[in-house]
RNA sequence: CGGGGUGUGGCGCAGCUUGGAAGCGCGCCUGCAUGGGGUGCAGGAGGUCGUUGGUUCGAAUCCAAUCACCCCGACCA
Protein backbone atom coordinates (compact mmCIF):
# COMPACT_ATOMS: atom_id res chain seq x y z
CA UNK A 1 0.00 0.00 0.00
CA UNK A 2 1.30 2.99 -1.13
CA UNK A 3 0.82 5.86 2.40
CA UNK A 4 0.34 8.32 -0.33
CA UNK A 5 -2.98 6.89 -0.82
CA UNK A 6 -3.99 5.49 2.41
CA UNK A 7 -7.65 6.60 3.28
CA UNK A 8 -6.43 8.03 6.79
CA UNK A 9 -4.07 10.41 7.67
CA UNK A 10 -2.08 10.72 10.71
CA UNK A 11 -2.49 13.46 13.32
CA UNK A 12 0.79 15.16 14.86
CA UNK A 13 -1.06 16.29 17.96
CA UNK A 14 -3.06 13.89 20.71
CA UNK A 15 -6.68 13.98 20.34
CA UNK A 16 -8.21 15.53 23.18
CA UNK A 17 -10.90 12.87 23.78
CA UNK A 18 -8.16 10.12 23.90
CA UNK A 19 -6.57 9.66 27.45
CA UNK A 20 -5.05 6.04 27.39
CA UNK A 21 -2.43 5.29 25.41
CA UNK A 22 -3.81 2.89 23.15
CA UNK A 23 -7.06 4.93 22.09
CA UNK A 24 -4.68 7.99 21.91
CA UNK A 25 -1.94 5.87 19.56
CA UNK A 26 -4.76 4.51 17.64
CA UNK A 27 -6.88 7.69 16.82
CA UNK A 28 -3.18 9.19 15.80
CA UNK A 29 -1.98 6.82 14.03
CA UNK A 30 -5.09 6.51 11.68
CA UNK A 31 -6.93 3.25 12.89
CA UNK A 32 -10.02 4.56 14.39
CA UNK A 33 -12.47 6.52 13.56
CA UNK A 34 -14.91 7.38 16.68
CA UNK A 35 -18.55 7.36 15.26
CA UNK A 36 -20.45 7.73 18.80
CA UNK A 37 -18.92 7.16 22.50
CA UNK A 38 -17.51 3.52 22.51
CA UNK A 39 -18.51 2.82 18.62
CA UNK A 40 -15.57 3.20 16.39
CA UNK A 41 -14.92 2.80 12.75
CA UNK A 42 -12.07 0.68 12.13
CA UNK A 43 -9.85 1.92 9.37
CA UNK A 44 -7.44 -0.25 6.86
CA UNK A 45 -4.75 -0.28 9.43
CA UNK A 46 -6.82 -1.30 12.30
CA UNK A 47 -8.74 -3.79 10.06
CA UNK A 48 -5.24 -5.42 8.47
CA UNK A 49 -4.31 -6.34 12.37
CA UNK A 50 -8.01 -7.69 13.43
CA UNK A 51 -7.80 -10.15 10.60
CA UNK A 52 -4.48 -11.29 11.27
CA UNK A 53 -5.34 -11.64 14.94
CA UNK A 54 -9.12 -13.42 14.15
CA UNK A 55 -7.10 -16.02 11.49
CA UNK A 56 -4.75 -16.67 14.11
CA UNK A 57 -8.33 -17.47 16.47
CA UNK A 58 -9.70 -19.63 13.71
CA UNK A 59 -6.85 -21.50 13.05
CA UNK A 60 -6.53 -22.70 16.81
CA UNK A 61 -10.29 -22.87 17.01
CA UNK A 62 -10.41 -24.88 14.11
CA UNK A 63 -7.25 -27.01 15.66
CA UNK A 64 -9.64 -27.60 18.80
CA UNK A 65 -12.47 -29.21 17.05
CA UNK A 66 -14.42 -26.02 16.53
CA UNK A 67 -16.77 -25.52 13.92
CA UNK A 68 -16.95 -22.22 13.04
CA UNK A 69 -21.34 -19.86 12.35
CA UNK A 70 -22.31 -17.17 12.32
CA UNK A 71 -24.99 -16.04 14.39
CA UNK A 72 -27.23 -13.47 14.46
CA UNK A 73 -26.67 -10.12 16.13
CA UNK A 74 -30.78 -8.95 16.29
CA UNK A 75 -32.26 -11.63 18.85
CA UNK A 76 -36.31 -11.84 20.19
CA UNK A 77 -36.71 -10.64 23.40
CA UNK A 78 -38.56 -13.67 24.34
CA UNK A 79 -35.59 -15.75 23.65
CA UNK A 80 -34.18 -14.02 26.14
CA UNK A 81 -36.76 -14.49 28.67
CA UNK A 82 -36.76 -18.00 28.43
CA UNK A 83 -33.38 -18.05 30.49
CA UNK A 84 -34.43 -14.39 32.72
CA UNK A 85 -31.83 -12.56 31.23
CA UNK A 86 -33.78 -10.18 29.78
CA UNK A 87 -34.04 -9.11 33.51
CA UNK A 88 -30.27 -10.43 34.56
CA UNK A 89 -28.61 -8.36 31.96
CA UNK A 90 -31.56 -5.44 31.10
CA UNK A 91 -28.89 -3.21 32.13
CA UNK A 92 -26.30 -3.76 29.98
CA UNK A 93 -29.01 -4.38 26.60
CA UNK A 94 -29.64 -2.48 23.87
CA UNK A 95 -33.43 -3.03 23.06
CA UNK A 96 -35.58 -2.04 20.11
CA UNK A 97 -38.81 -2.78 18.52
CA UNK A 98 -39.71 -3.36 14.81
CA UNK A 99 -42.75 -2.07 13.03
CA UNK A 100 -45.02 -4.66 13.94
CA UNK A 101 -44.35 -4.00 17.50
CA UNK A 102 -42.32 -7.23 18.42
CA UNK A 103 -39.66 -6.69 20.93
CA UNK A 104 -36.32 -7.48 20.05
CA UNK A 105 -32.27 -6.56 21.29
CA UNK A 106 -28.62 -6.51 20.28
CA UNK A 107 -26.96 -9.31 21.22
CA UNK A 108 -24.62 -8.81 24.07
CA UNK A 109 -23.52 -12.88 23.76
CA UNK A 110 -24.94 -15.71 22.38
CA UNK A 111 -25.67 -18.51 24.51
CA UNK A 112 -29.47 -18.54 24.26
CA UNK A 113 -28.98 -18.78 20.06
CA UNK A 114 -26.41 -21.34 20.09
CA UNK A 115 -27.66 -23.42 22.77
CA UNK A 116 -31.58 -23.38 20.58
CA UNK A 117 -29.32 -24.21 17.73
CA UNK A 118 -27.73 -27.12 19.30
CA UNK A 119 -30.80 -28.50 20.73
CA UNK A 120 -31.98 -28.75 17.39
CA UNK A 121 -29.49 -30.46 15.77
CA UNK A 122 -27.89 -32.87 19.08
CA UNK A 123 -30.62 -35.28 19.93
CA UNK A 124 -28.08 -38.31 21.03
CA UNK A 125 -25.12 -38.46 23.28
CA UNK A 126 -23.12 -39.90 19.64
CA UNK A 127 -24.31 -36.05 18.31
CA UNK A 128 -21.62 -34.96 21.45
CA UNK A 129 -19.54 -33.27 22.47
CA UNK A 130 -19.44 -30.27 20.28
CA UNK A 131 -17.28 -26.76 19.75
CA UNK A 132 -19.13 -24.55 18.19
CA UNK A 133 -17.87 -20.64 17.77
CA UNK A 134 -18.27 -17.37 15.77
CA UNK A 135 -16.82 -14.39 15.39
CA UNK A 136 -19.09 -11.70 15.40
CA UNK A 137 -19.98 -7.97 16.65
CA UNK A 138 -21.50 -7.62 20.36
CA UNK A 139 -23.85 -4.74 21.37
CA UNK A 140 -23.86 -3.77 25.46
CA UNK A 141 -25.25 -0.74 26.22
CA UNK A 142 -22.13 0.46 28.69
CA UNK A 143 -22.75 2.29 31.56
CA UNK A 144 -19.59 4.20 31.15
CA UNK A 145 -17.84 3.05 27.67
CA UNK A 146 -14.31 4.47 27.73
CA UNK A 147 -10.70 3.81 26.35
CA UNK A 148 -11.60 3.56 23.01
CA UNK A 149 -11.31 -0.41 21.98
CA UNK A 150 -10.66 -1.52 25.41
CA UNK A 151 -14.51 -0.96 26.82
CA UNK A 152 -16.68 -0.12 23.90
CA UNK A 153 -20.43 -0.15 23.33
CA UNK A 154 -20.06 -2.07 20.11
CA UNK A 155 -17.00 -4.80 19.68
CA UNK A 156 -15.96 -7.96 18.17
CA UNK A 157 -16.00 -10.70 20.25
CA UNK A 158 -14.96 -14.80 19.29
CA UNK A 159 -17.49 -16.73 21.20
CA UNK A 160 -17.10 -20.42 21.70
CA UNK A 161 -19.21 -22.70 23.52
CA UNK A 162 -19.07 -25.73 24.12
CA UNK A 163 -21.76 -28.88 24.72
CA UNK A 164 -20.64 -32.42 26.54
CA UNK A 165 -22.57 -35.26 27.66
CA UNK A 166 -21.50 -34.90 31.37
CA UNK A 167 -19.06 -33.01 33.64
CA UNK A 168 -16.27 -34.53 32.93
CA UNK A 169 -16.58 -33.94 29.25
CA UNK A 170 -16.78 -30.62 30.05
CA UNK A 171 -13.60 -30.59 31.97
CA UNK A 172 -12.24 -31.65 29.27
CA UNK A 173 -13.60 -29.17 26.35
CA UNK A 174 -12.66 -26.72 29.10
CA UNK A 175 -8.77 -27.61 29.22
CA UNK A 176 -8.54 -27.95 25.59
CA UNK A 177 -9.77 -24.43 25.59
CA UNK A 178 -7.79 -22.88 27.89
CA UNK A 179 -4.52 -24.88 25.80
CA UNK A 180 -6.34 -23.25 22.72
CA UNK A 181 -6.49 -19.38 24.51
CA UNK A 182 -2.80 -19.87 25.34
CA UNK A 183 -1.73 -20.62 22.08
CA UNK A 184 -3.88 -17.82 20.52
CA UNK A 185 -1.70 -15.16 23.14
CA UNK A 186 1.48 -16.69 22.59
CA UNK A 187 1.11 -16.71 18.67
CA UNK A 188 -0.21 -13.44 18.35
CA UNK A 189 2.71 -12.44 20.56
CA UNK A 190 1.03 -11.19 23.43
CA UNK A 191 2.22 -12.29 26.76
CA UNK A 192 -0.84 -13.14 29.23
CA UNK A 193 -1.64 -14.97 32.17
CA UNK A 194 -4.35 -17.47 33.02
CA UNK A 195 -5.80 -16.58 36.00
CA UNK A 196 -8.70 -17.78 38.32
CA UNK A 197 -11.95 -15.94 38.31
CA UNK A 198 -15.48 -14.91 39.66
CA UNK A 199 -17.81 -16.97 37.94
CA UNK A 200 -20.82 -14.69 38.38
CA UNK A 201 -24.01 -15.84 39.38
CA UNK A 202 -25.04 -18.46 36.83
CA UNK A 203 -21.42 -19.27 36.44
CA UNK A 204 -20.68 -22.86 37.08
CA UNK A 205 -18.07 -24.01 39.17
CA UNK A 206 -14.63 -22.75 36.94
CA UNK A 207 -13.84 -19.72 35.25
CA UNK A 208 -10.36 -18.33 34.42
CA UNK A 209 -9.55 -15.01 32.60
CA UNK A 210 -6.13 -14.14 30.40
CA UNK A 211 -4.74 -10.70 31.49
CA UNK A 212 -2.83 -9.40 29.91
CA UNK A 213 -0.78 -6.98 31.99
CA UNK A 214 -0.47 -3.48 31.40
CA UNK A 215 -0.95 0.06 32.91
CA UNK A 216 -4.00 0.90 32.07
CA UNK A 217 -5.69 -2.88 32.90
CA UNK A 218 -9.26 -2.36 34.60
CA UNK A 219 -8.69 -5.63 36.48
CA UNK A 220 -6.33 -6.26 39.49
CA UNK A 221 -4.99 -9.69 39.99
CA UNK A 222 -2.41 -11.60 42.81
CA UNK A 223 0.25 -13.30 41.50
CA UNK A 224 2.53 -15.53 43.41
CA UNK A 225 5.48 -15.90 41.68
CA UNK A 226 7.08 -19.03 44.06
CA UNK A 227 3.81 -20.77 43.33
CA UNK A 228 2.31 -19.74 40.25
CA UNK A 229 -0.87 -19.25 41.95
CA UNK A 230 -2.71 -16.08 40.39
CA UNK A 231 -6.48 -14.70 40.28
CA UNK A 232 -8.36 -11.67 40.07
CA UNK A 233 -8.88 -9.46 42.89
CA UNK A 234 -12.20 -10.57 42.93
CA UNK A 235 -11.92 -14.10 44.08
CA UNK A 236 -8.18 -14.31 45.04
CA UNK A 237 -7.75 -15.79 48.63
CA UNK A 238 -4.92 -15.11 50.65
CA UNK A 239 -3.45 -15.64 53.88
CA UNK A 240 -3.06 -11.98 55.98
CA UNK A 241 0.05 -11.12 58.01
CA UNK A 242 -0.73 -12.97 61.54
CA UNK A 243 -2.26 -10.62 64.18
CA UNK A 244 -0.43 -10.43 67.50
CA UNK A 245 -1.88 -12.99 70.23
CA UNK A 246 -1.08 -11.97 73.50
CA UNK A 247 -2.73 -14.10 76.37
CA UNK A 248 -6.47 -13.30 76.74
CA UNK A 249 -7.07 -10.34 78.43
CA UNK A 250 -11.07 -9.83 80.13
CA UNK A 251 -12.78 -7.51 78.33
CA UNK A 252 -12.85 -3.68 78.96
CA UNK A 253 -14.68 -0.89 77.87
CA UNK A 254 -12.60 2.70 77.15
CA UNK A 255 -13.27 5.85 76.25
CA UNK A 256 -11.76 6.81 72.69
CA UNK A 257 -13.45 10.28 72.55
CA UNK A 258 -13.59 11.33 68.58
CA UNK A 259 -12.27 8.25 67.08
CA UNK A 260 -13.90 6.71 64.23
CA UNK A 261 -11.38 5.17 61.93
CA UNK A 262 -9.36 2.26 62.06
CA UNK A 263 -6.09 4.36 61.73
CA UNK A 264 -7.13 6.58 64.87
CA UNK A 265 -8.33 3.83 66.61
CA UNK A 266 -4.62 1.95 66.45
CA UNK A 267 -2.80 5.35 66.89
CA UNK A 268 -5.09 6.24 69.82
CA UNK A 269 -4.57 2.38 71.62
CA UNK A 270 -1.00 2.41 70.42
CA UNK A 271 -1.79 -1.35 69.15
CA UNK A 272 -1.30 -2.65 65.48
CA UNK A 273 -4.25 -2.07 62.53
CA UNK A 274 -4.23 -5.37 62.83
CA UNK A 275 -4.91 -6.34 65.81
CA UNK A 276 -8.76 -4.35 65.40
CA UNK A 277 -12.01 -5.36 64.17
CA UNK A 278 -13.59 -3.10 62.33
CA UNK A 279 -17.45 -3.30 61.13
CA UNK A 280 -19.12 -2.39 57.85
CA UNK A 281 -22.65 -2.57 56.96
CA UNK A 282 -24.30 -3.06 53.39
CA UNK A 283 -27.71 -3.49 52.06
CA UNK A 284 -28.21 -6.67 50.52
CA UNK A 285 -31.08 -7.10 48.22
CA UNK A 286 -32.77 -4.66 50.79
CA UNK A 287 -31.45 -6.54 53.95
CA UNK A 288 -29.18 -4.93 56.66
CA UNK A 289 -25.90 -7.12 56.89
CA UNK A 290 -23.35 -6.48 59.82
CA UNK A 291 -19.26 -7.82 58.44
CA UNK A 292 -16.79 -7.67 60.72
CA UNK A 293 -13.11 -7.83 59.34
CA UNK A 294 -10.06 -7.23 60.70
CA UNK A 295 -9.20 -3.80 60.78
CA UNK A 296 -5.91 -4.30 58.30
CA UNK A 297 -8.26 -6.30 55.88
CA UNK A 298 -10.77 -4.73 53.35
CA UNK A 299 -14.23 -6.30 52.54
CA UNK A 300 -14.30 -8.37 49.10
CA UNK A 301 -17.80 -7.22 47.65
CA UNK A 302 -17.46 -10.12 45.00
CA UNK A 303 -16.81 -13.31 48.16
CA UNK A 304 -19.48 -11.09 50.11
CA UNK A 305 -22.07 -11.10 47.33
CA UNK A 306 -21.60 -14.71 46.40
CA UNK A 307 -21.48 -15.68 49.86
CA UNK A 308 -25.09 -14.12 50.30
CA UNK A 309 -26.16 -15.13 46.70
CA UNK A 310 -27.26 -11.39 46.71
CA UNK A 311 -28.27 -9.84 43.62
CA UNK A 312 -27.69 -6.10 44.63
CA UNK A 313 -25.27 -5.25 46.89
CA UNK A 314 -24.22 -2.06 48.14
CA UNK A 315 -22.44 0.09 50.92
CA UNK A 316 -25.21 1.15 53.63
CA UNK A 317 -25.32 4.35 54.56
CA UNK A 318 -25.46 5.54 57.90
CA UNK A 319 -28.86 6.48 58.37
CA UNK A 320 -29.86 2.98 57.15
CA UNK A 321 -27.03 1.76 59.60
CA UNK A 322 -28.82 3.34 62.60
CA UNK A 323 -32.04 2.54 61.38
CA UNK A 324 -31.13 -1.25 62.04
CA UNK A 325 -29.80 0.18 65.73
CA UNK A 326 -26.18 0.62 65.08
CA UNK A 327 -23.51 3.19 65.70
CA UNK A 328 -21.53 4.24 62.77
CA UNK A 329 -17.95 4.52 63.95
CA UNK A 330 -17.88 2.00 67.26
CA UNK A 331 -20.33 -0.72 65.52
CA UNK A 332 -18.81 -4.38 66.25
CA UNK A 333 -21.06 -7.46 66.41
CA UNK A 334 -20.83 -7.62 70.61
CA UNK A 335 -24.16 -7.46 72.03
CA UNK A 336 -25.31 -6.58 68.40
CA UNK A 337 -29.24 -9.08 67.84
CA UNK A 338 -31.62 -8.57 65.00
CA UNK A 339 -29.01 -7.92 62.13
CA UNK A 340 -27.55 -10.15 60.09
CA UNK A 341 -23.86 -10.64 60.95
CA UNK A 342 -21.14 -12.00 58.49
CA UNK A 343 -17.38 -12.30 59.69
CA UNK A 344 -14.16 -12.66 57.83
CA UNK A 345 -12.51 -15.86 58.83
CA UNK A 346 -9.50 -13.47 59.92
CA UNK A 347 -11.06 -12.83 63.16
CA UNK A 348 -10.24 -16.68 64.10
CA UNK A 349 -6.96 -15.88 64.78
CA UNK A 350 -5.06 -13.33 67.00
CA UNK A 351 -6.19 -12.02 70.57
CA UNK A 352 -7.41 -8.84 72.45
CA UNK A 353 -8.28 -7.22 69.50
CA UNK A 354 -10.05 -3.68 70.22
CA UNK A 355 -13.60 -2.81 68.49
CA UNK A 356 -16.84 -0.98 68.49
CA UNK A 357 -18.56 -0.98 71.62
CA UNK A 358 -22.00 0.05 70.07
CA UNK A 359 -22.21 3.63 72.02
CA UNK A 360 -20.18 6.22 70.45
CA UNK A 361 -16.73 7.34 72.43
CA UNK A 362 -16.34 4.48 73.23
CA UNK A 363 -14.48 1.01 72.12
CA UNK A 364 -13.96 -2.25 73.45
CA UNK A 365 -10.45 -3.58 74.07
CA UNK A 366 -9.30 -7.27 74.73
CA UNK A 367 -12.21 -8.78 72.47
CA UNK A 368 -11.66 -12.40 71.64
CA UNK A 369 -13.84 -14.22 69.51
CA UNK A 370 -15.95 -16.26 70.14
CA UNK A 371 -15.57 -15.78 73.79
CA UNK A 372 -17.26 -12.41 73.49
CA UNK A 373 -19.21 -12.06 70.53
CA UNK A 374 -20.89 -14.32 67.93
CA UNK A 375 -22.07 -13.92 64.70
CA UNK A 376 -24.08 -15.68 62.28
CA UNK A 377 -21.46 -16.72 59.22
CA UNK A 378 -17.91 -16.84 59.52
CA UNK A 379 -16.68 -17.26 55.58
CA UNK A 380 -14.01 -15.67 53.68
CA UNK A 381 -14.95 -12.47 52.70
CA UNK A 382 -11.35 -10.75 52.65
CA UNK A 383 -9.58 -8.64 49.64
CA UNK A 384 -6.32 -9.99 49.00
CA UNK A 385 -3.66 -7.75 48.43
CA UNK A 386 -0.09 -7.39 48.04
CA UNK A 387 2.09 -8.82 50.66
CA UNK A 388 -0.47 -11.53 51.98
CA UNK A 389 0.72 -14.48 52.21
CA UNK A 390 -0.35 -16.99 48.34
CA UNK A 391 -3.26 -19.25 50.11
CA UNK A 392 -1.12 -22.36 49.16
CA UNK A 393 1.49 -21.23 51.44
CA UNK A 394 4.33 -20.70 48.69
CA UNK A 395 5.53 -17.15 48.95
CA UNK A 396 4.13 -13.59 48.72
CA UNK A 397 1.09 -12.03 46.34
CA UNK A 398 1.71 -9.31 44.37
CA UNK A 399 -0.84 -7.07 42.55
CA UNK A 400 -0.78 -6.76 38.79
CA UNK A 401 -2.77 -5.00 36.48
CA UNK A 402 -4.01 -6.34 33.57
CA UNK A 403 -6.31 -6.18 30.92
CA UNK A 404 -9.12 -9.23 30.16
CA UNK A 405 -8.49 -10.45 27.03
CA UNK A 406 -10.34 -13.67 27.65
CA UNK A 407 -12.69 -15.53 29.59
CA UNK A 408 -13.06 -19.20 29.98
CA UNK A 409 -16.07 -20.71 32.17
CA UNK A 410 -18.28 -23.43 32.80
CA UNK A 411 -21.45 -23.07 32.61
CA UNK A 412 -23.38 -25.97 33.42
CA UNK A 413 -26.49 -27.11 32.67
CA UNK A 414 -28.69 -23.25 33.41
CA UNK A 415 -29.05 -22.94 29.80
CA UNK A 416 -30.01 -26.52 28.76
CA UNK A 417 -31.95 -26.32 31.08
CA UNK A 418 -34.00 -23.16 30.94
CA UNK A 419 -34.29 -23.66 27.07
CA UNK A 420 -35.02 -27.57 27.00
CA UNK A 421 -32.04 -28.58 25.51
CA UNK A 422 -31.34 -32.26 25.98
CA UNK A 423 -30.23 -35.28 24.53
CA UNK A 424 -30.66 -39.21 24.70
CA UNK A 425 -27.86 -40.92 26.77
CA UNK A 426 -26.47 -44.57 25.98
CA UNK A 427 -29.16 -46.08 28.91
CA UNK A 428 -32.41 -44.20 26.33
CA UNK A 429 -32.52 -41.54 29.38
CA UNK A 430 -32.93 -37.88 28.59
CA UNK A 431 -29.92 -35.59 30.33
CA UNK A 432 -29.14 -32.17 30.29
CA UNK A 433 -26.24 -31.20 27.71
CA UNK A 434 -23.18 -29.68 29.68
CA UNK A 435 -22.08 -26.30 28.44
CA UNK A 436 -18.71 -23.97 28.51
CA UNK A 437 -18.47 -20.83 27.08
CA UNK A 438 -15.45 -19.41 25.85
CA UNK A 439 -15.06 -15.50 24.73
CA UNK A 440 -12.13 -13.26 23.28
CA UNK A 441 -12.56 -9.93 23.33
CA UNK A 442 -11.14 -9.07 19.53
CA UNK A 443 -11.16 -5.70 19.18
CA UNK A 444 -10.09 -5.22 22.72
CA UNK A 445 -7.02 -7.45 21.89
CA UNK A 446 -6.00 -5.03 19.51
CA UNK A 447 -6.30 -2.30 21.60
CA UNK A 448 -4.37 -4.16 25.12
CA UNK A 449 -1.76 -5.27 22.40
CA UNK A 450 -0.66 -1.66 21.94
CA UNK A 451 -1.59 -0.89 25.59
CA UNK A 452 1.20 -3.35 26.28
CA UNK A 453 3.82 -2.79 23.23
CA UNK A 454 4.14 1.52 22.48
CA UNK A 455 6.63 4.00 23.64
CA UNK A 456 6.72 7.56 23.56
CA UNK A 457 7.16 7.54 19.44
CA UNK A 458 4.35 5.51 19.03
CA UNK A 459 3.08 2.09 18.54
CA UNK A 460 5.23 -1.08 18.38
CA UNK A 461 3.74 -4.09 16.79
CA UNK A 462 4.50 -7.53 17.68
CA UNK A 463 5.02 -8.89 14.51
CA UNK A 464 2.05 -11.31 13.87
CA UNK A 465 -0.40 -8.39 14.09
CA UNK A 466 1.21 -5.81 12.80
CA UNK A 467 -1.18 -4.47 10.00
CA UNK A 468 1.70 -4.55 7.29
CA UNK A 469 4.92 -6.31 7.78
CA UNK A 470 7.28 -3.31 6.82
CA UNK A 471 7.36 0.14 6.33
CA UNK A 472 9.30 1.24 3.50
CA UNK A 473 10.61 5.29 3.16
CA UNK A 474 12.28 6.87 0.25
CA UNK A 475 14.03 10.03 1.26
CA UNK A 476 14.07 12.53 -1.69
CA UNK A 477 11.68 10.99 -3.47
CA UNK A 478 11.70 13.79 -5.72
CA UNK A 479 15.38 12.34 -7.06
CA UNK A 480 14.34 10.22 -9.62
CA UNK A 481 16.93 7.69 -8.68
CA UNK A 482 15.50 7.51 -5.22
CA UNK A 483 11.89 6.87 -6.84
CA UNK A 484 12.57 4.23 -8.56
CA UNK A 485 14.79 2.35 -6.45
CA UNK A 486 11.87 3.01 -3.90
CA UNK A 487 9.37 1.68 -6.52
CA UNK A 488 11.17 -1.23 -7.39
CA UNK A 489 12.23 -2.28 -4.11
CA UNK A 490 8.30 -2.16 -3.36
CA UNK A 491 7.89 -4.27 -6.05
CA UNK A 492 10.57 -7.08 -5.35
CA UNK A 493 9.49 -7.27 -1.77
CA UNK A 494 5.81 -7.75 -2.64
CA UNK A 495 6.34 -10.28 -4.85
CA UNK A 496 8.59 -11.85 -2.32
CA UNK A 497 5.45 -12.50 -0.31
CA UNK A 498 5.89 -9.38 2.12
CA UNK A 499 3.53 -6.90 3.12
CA UNK A 500 4.68 -3.54 2.37
CA UNK A 501 3.45 0.01 3.60
CA UNK A 502 5.41 2.31 1.20
CA UNK A 503 5.80 6.09 2.46
CA UNK A 504 6.32 7.44 -1.01
CA UNK A 505 5.14 10.85 -0.06
CA UNK A 506 6.77 14.31 -0.45
CA UNK A 507 7.95 15.06 3.00
CA UNK A 508 10.81 16.19 4.59
CA UNK A 509 12.23 12.96 6.28
CA UNK A 510 11.53 13.73 9.80
CA UNK A 511 8.10 13.49 8.71
CA UNK A 512 8.59 10.31 7.48
CA UNK A 513 10.26 8.84 10.34
CA UNK A 514 7.79 9.95 12.29
CA UNK A 515 4.97 8.64 11.44
CA UNK A 516 7.08 5.25 10.83
CA UNK A 517 7.74 5.39 14.49
CA UNK A 518 3.96 6.06 15.01
CA UNK A 519 2.58 3.47 13.17
CA UNK A 520 4.79 1.33 14.57
CA UNK A 521 5.34 -1.44 12.00
CA UNK A 522 8.22 -4.13 12.59
CA UNK A 523 10.52 -3.34 10.62
CA UNK A 524 11.18 -0.09 8.27
CA UNK A 525 13.11 0.32 4.88
CA UNK A 526 14.94 3.29 4.13
CA UNK A 527 16.03 3.86 0.42
CA UNK A 528 17.92 7.26 0.40
CA UNK A 529 20.59 9.26 -1.98
CA UNK A 530 23.07 8.39 0.99
CA UNK A 531 22.21 4.74 0.85
CA UNK A 532 21.81 4.64 -3.13
CA UNK A 533 25.50 5.94 -3.27
CA UNK A 534 26.85 3.25 -1.07
CA UNK A 535 24.64 0.63 -2.82
CA UNK A 536 22.63 0.22 0.12
CA UNK A 537 19.77 0.15 1.55
CA UNK A 538 18.92 0.10 5.58
CA UNK A 539 16.57 -2.04 7.51
CA UNK A 540 15.96 -1.19 11.17
CA UNK A 541 13.33 -2.97 13.86
CA UNK A 542 11.32 -0.89 15.32
CA UNK A 543 11.56 -2.65 19.15
CA UNK A 544 15.36 -0.74 18.87
CA UNK A 545 18.42 -2.05 17.52
CA UNK A 546 21.09 -0.64 15.48
CA UNK A 547 19.88 0.22 12.04
CA UNK A 548 21.41 -2.73 8.89
CA UNK A 549 22.57 -1.81 5.95
CA UNK A 550 23.04 -4.33 3.45
CA UNK A 551 22.73 -4.33 -0.29
CA UNK A 552 18.36 -4.19 -1.73
CA UNK A 553 18.46 -8.49 -3.50
CA UNK A 554 19.42 -8.95 0.08
CA UNK A 555 16.46 -6.71 1.92
CA UNK A 556 13.49 -9.20 2.10
CA UNK A 557 16.25 -12.14 3.24
CA UNK A 558 17.15 -9.57 6.15
CA UNK A 559 13.86 -8.40 6.52
CA UNK A 560 12.29 -12.43 7.11
CA UNK A 561 15.02 -12.65 9.67
CA UNK A 562 14.00 -9.58 11.87
CA UNK A 563 10.24 -10.34 11.60
CA UNK A 564 11.24 -13.71 12.81
CA UNK A 565 12.40 -12.07 16.05
CA UNK A 566 9.63 -10.58 16.57
C1' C B 1 -27.39 6.86 37.87
C1' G B 2 -24.07 10.47 41.16
C1' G B 3 -19.87 14.01 40.71
C1' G B 4 -16.62 16.97 37.50
C1' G B 5 -15.29 18.95 32.68
C1' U B 6 -15.64 20.27 27.45
C1' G B 7 -18.40 21.68 22.80
C1' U B 8 -15.34 27.88 18.34
C1' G B 9 -12.56 25.56 10.35
C1' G B 10 -10.05 18.50 9.47
C1' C B 11 -6.95 18.40 14.55
C1' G B 12 -5.23 21.13 19.08
C1' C B 13 -6.67 25.63 21.38
C1' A B 14 -7.46 31.28 22.64
C1' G B 15 -11.55 34.68 22.80
C1' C B 16 -16.56 34.36 27.09
C1' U B 17 -15.26 37.23 33.37
C1' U B 18 -16.67 43.11 31.49
C1' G B 19 -21.90 41.86 24.79
C1' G B 20 -19.80 45.81 19.76
C1' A B 21 -16.16 43.27 12.48
C1' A B 22 -14.27 35.27 14.69
C1' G B 23 -8.44 34.65 16.06
C1' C B 24 -3.73 31.51 16.82
C1' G B 25 -0.84 26.91 15.98
C1' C B 26 -0.95 22.33 13.20
C1' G B 27 -2.87 20.24 8.90
C1' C B 28 -4.71 21.48 3.66
C1' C B 29 -3.84 24.24 -1.53
C1' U B 30 -0.10 27.17 -4.85
C1' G B 31 4.95 28.70 -5.69
C1' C B 32 10.19 28.99 -4.50
C1' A B 33 14.03 27.12 -1.61
C1' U B 34 15.47 22.80 1.55
C1' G B 35 16.45 17.46 2.04
C1' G B 36 18.70 11.59 7.50
C1' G B 37 14.26 13.00 12.86
C1' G B 38 7.70 16.95 12.73
C1' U B 39 12.56 22.47 7.45
C1' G B 40 12.09 27.77 5.77
C1' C B 41 9.83 31.92 3.08
C1' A B 42 5.66 33.97 0.40
C1' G B 43 0.63 33.69 -1.07
C1' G B 44 -4.30 31.22 -0.39
C1' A B 45 -8.87 28.28 0.82
C1' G B 46 -11.76 26.78 4.80
C1' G B 47 -16.00 28.38 10.54
C1' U B 48 -24.66 27.91 10.96
C1' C B 49 -19.05 29.50 17.50
C1' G B 50 -23.28 21.80 19.43
C1' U B 51 -28.82 22.81 19.11
C1' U B 52 -33.28 25.48 20.48
C1' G B 53 -35.48 29.40 22.87
C1' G B 54 -34.90 33.99 25.65
C1' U B 55 -32.64 38.99 27.16
C1' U B 56 -30.62 43.08 24.08
C1' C B 57 -30.23 48.21 19.20
C1' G B 58 -26.56 44.22 18.95
C1' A B 59 -24.92 37.45 21.59
C1' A B 60 -19.28 32.87 20.51
C1' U B 61 -19.77 36.02 25.06
C1' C B 62 -25.52 36.91 29.46
C1' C B 63 -30.03 33.52 30.90
C1' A B 64 -32.87 28.83 30.27
C1' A B 65 -33.58 24.22 28.23
C1' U B 66 -31.65 20.39 25.47
C1' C B 67 -28.08 17.23 22.89
C1' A B 68 -23.25 15.27 22.41
C1' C B 69 -18.41 13.90 24.05
C1' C B 70 -14.53 13.14 27.94
C1' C B 71 -12.87 12.02 33.07
C1' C B 72 -13.85 9.94 38.30
C1' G B 73 -17.28 6.82 40.82
C1' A B 74 -21.37 3.32 40.78
C1' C B 75 -22.20 -0.69 37.32
C1' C B 76 -19.92 -4.76 34.44
C1' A B 77 -20.75 -13.49 32.67
Known sequence: M???????????????EAETASHRLMLRAGMLHQVAAGVYAYLPLALRSLAKIERIIREEMDAAGGQEVRMPALHPLDLWQATGRDQTAAAILFQLRDRRGRDLLLAPTHEEVVTSIVKANAASYRDLPLLVYQIQTKFRDEPRPRAGLLRGREFDMKDAYS?????????????????????VFRRCGLPTMAVEADSGAIGGKDSHEFIMPAESGEDLVLHCRASGYAANVERAKSIPPPAPEPDPLPLALTDTPGVITIPDLARFLGIPEAQTLKAVFYQADGQTVLVTIRGDIEVNEVKLKNHLRANDLRLAGPEEARAAGLTPGSTSPIGIEGVRTIADESIRQGANFAAGANQPDKHYVNVNYPRDFNVDEVADIARAQAGHGSPDGAGMLEEVRGVEVGHVFKLGEFYADALGA???????????????????????????????????????FPAPIAPYHLHLVSLNPDQEQVREAADRLYDDLRADGLEVLYDDRQESPGVKFNDADLLGLPVRVVVSPRNLRDGVVELRARRGGEPQRVPASEAAALARAMLAEG
Open 163 to 183: FDADWDGLDRSYQSMVEAYSN
Open 422 to 460: SFIDADGAPRSIVMGCYGIGVTRLLAAAIEQNHDDRGIV
Open 2 to 16: RLSRLLSKTLREDPS
